[in-house]
């Protein structure tokens, strides 16, 4: 079966695909720290962020289409848990409501707070998509490691990009046995059906796991996750993390000017 | 000839209490080319864990004349090289290349042996050039290639694998044969494919209910219908 990539056009050439992962990955991190802790109403420094983003988009040739319906994807469950500020934040009331009994009051920084986090989130999404898009998935598990993330979740992470996609099959492969075979029935067994469906996935991927694991063993594995590093920085990593972290340190001064 | 495998009165029960071995015996010669064929729950995939020590029991298999035990594991996992069933098992790195340096890497190679290494492999296999690619965009054929590759990178003396041409197309099943074929090394193959059988190896064990039933030369045994269709490998005379 086909599948999208987790890490679509990280094959690409351009100056942001090769630098190192790592430097793109501090680098990402610090540009979201940046973001994350602008205060609400500093427009100018969320415009420096967006212009930052733009051209380092541009730099690295993605499509700005694909970027920005990716980008949605976060709306949903940021909006889920930031729908209710409004409602609940104290101050200058915006509008007034009553529905049957309850009475509610939007509020003018409630309305302020949840726009800032919409934008924040959005911003910070972006940056990770960006590199994601830009480094294929095992030069980024190498820079992980490299960054000293504890070795045991760089291999669940490489192990859960294997492996979803041969879930997502198996996933698929009982949905079309059930398929052919239901013709309706009543919602609660439809219900039942589907909570069976989930035990076998489970039971499937814990018995492959031990499979996998016994494909490990056989290899001499013991416990220990050992890699060869192919990373190396090179001078343009250097003048890029630099002139990136200026930048942002600079903006952050003017903040709190 | 030199015995590369002995097993002696191997006898194996899971966790379940299901007996899947009873008192197995047999022993391998350097360079032989041994298929073992039974029908479905015959025991085989059990044996086949065994022979590098996954599985271990009572201390009854002997690598090279070394017991496998926990001391001499690591030793006998590097010249018992074992392919699974099933790619998807074998191939859980994100690229072709981490696959096969895997076992080299854990046996303690320097960086420039890795890569000599994993070179060499894939070169044997045919799969030359794949080393970035990730092992699960690529078909089945290739995928089976690369998980042989996986263990020749460690050049073992043994090559174990288990059902090598499950669900391959004829096509690429035959190119498989031949490679297998031209490898130099001794190899134990359980399978229920008795035209890979017939065009690989020159012994066979029938295997049934957890016991040997006969081990005898491959064109004896494949011509022998009522032996086949007793033990499930062909149908009801």
Redesign the interface.
């Known amino acids: 079966m086909k599948h999208g990539f987790l890490d679509k056009y990280s094959d690409r050439d351009s100056l942001i695909h090769r630098l190192d992962p790592r430097t793109k990955l501090i680098t990402s991190l610090l540009l979201i720290t940046a973001v994350v802790l602008t205060p609400p109403d500093r427009w100018p420094a969320y415009t420096l962020y967006l212009v930052i983003l733009a051209v380092l988009l541009i730099l690295s040739r993605v499509p700005v289409f694909y970027v920005l319906k990716r980008s949605l994807v976060i709306m949903p469950f940021v909006l889920m848990i930031a729908i209710f500020i409004p409602f609940f934040k104290e101050g200058e009331v915006a509008g007034s409501y009553n529905i049957w009994l309850w009475q509610l009051s939007v509020s003018h920084s409630g309305l302020q707070v949840l726009v800032n986090i919409l934008i924040k989130a959005w911003l910070s999404i972006i940056s990770l998509i960006l590199l994601t898009a830009t480094t294929?998935?095992?030069d980024l598990?190498k820079g992980l490691e490299r960054l000293r993330m504890p070795k045991v979740i760089v291999m669940l992470m490489?192990?859960m990009?294997?492996?979803i996609?041969?879930l997502v099959d198996e996933a698929m492969r009982l949905k079309q046995a059930r398929d052919s075979r239901s013709f309706g029935g009543k919602r609660l067994w439809r219900i039942r059906t589907l909570g069976n469906m989930i035990g076998s996935l489970f039971i499937r991927s814990y018995e492959?796991g031990e499979?996998?694991y016994?494909?490990?063993?056989?290899?001499?594995?013991?416990g220990r996750s050992?890699?060869?590093n192919p990373l190396h920085f090179r001078p343009a990593d250097a003048y890029f993390g630099l002139s990136l972290s200026l930048i942002l340190v600079f903006s952050s001064v003017i903040n709190l000017l | 000839m030199a015995e590369v495998i002995t097993v002696e009165g191997l006898s194996f029960a899971y966790p379940d209490g299901q007996q899947a071995l009873a008192d197995v015996s047999l022993s391998i010669g350097q360079g032989e080319s041994v298929a073992i064929i039974g029908p479905n729950g015959a025991g085989k995939s059990t044996l086949l864990l065994h022979l590098n020590g996954i599985l271990r029991s009572n201390g009854a298999v002997r690598v090279l004349g070394r017991t496998v035990e926990d001391k001499s594991l690591r030793w006998v996992r590097s010249r018992v090289g074992l392919v699974f069933q099933d790619p998807d098992d074998q191939l859980f790195s994100p690229t072709v290349f981490d696959d096969v340096a895997f076992g080299p890497i854990n046996m303690g190679y320097s960086e420039n042996e890795v890569r000599q290494a994993v070179t060499r492999a894939l070169d044997w296999v045919g799969m030359k050039g794949y080393e970035l690619r990730s092992g699960h965009h690529l078909s089945l054929g290739e995928k089976k290639r690369v998980a042989l590759a996986t263990v020749l990178s460690m050049s073992p003396e043994i090559l174990v694998l288990d059902e090598p041409t499950s669900n391959l197309d004829p096509g690429a099943k035959w190119s498989l044969i031949s490679l297998l074929k031209g490898l130099p090394v001794t190899k134990v193959v359980v399978s229920h494919d008795l035209e890979l059988v017939g065009a690989l190896c020159h012994r066979v064990i029938v295997f049934d209910g957890g016991r040997v039933i006969t081990d005898g030369a491959a064109g004896d045994i494949l011509n022998d219908r009522r032996l086949l269709s007793a033990h499930g490998l062909a149908p009801k005379v």
Not at chain 1, 214 to 222: I, K, L, Q, T, Y
Request: charge should be positive.
């Open positions: 294929r998935l095992a598990l490489s192990f990009y294997r492996y996609f041969v492959r499979r996998v016994a494909a490990m063993v056989a290899r001499g594995f013991d050992r890699t060869l």
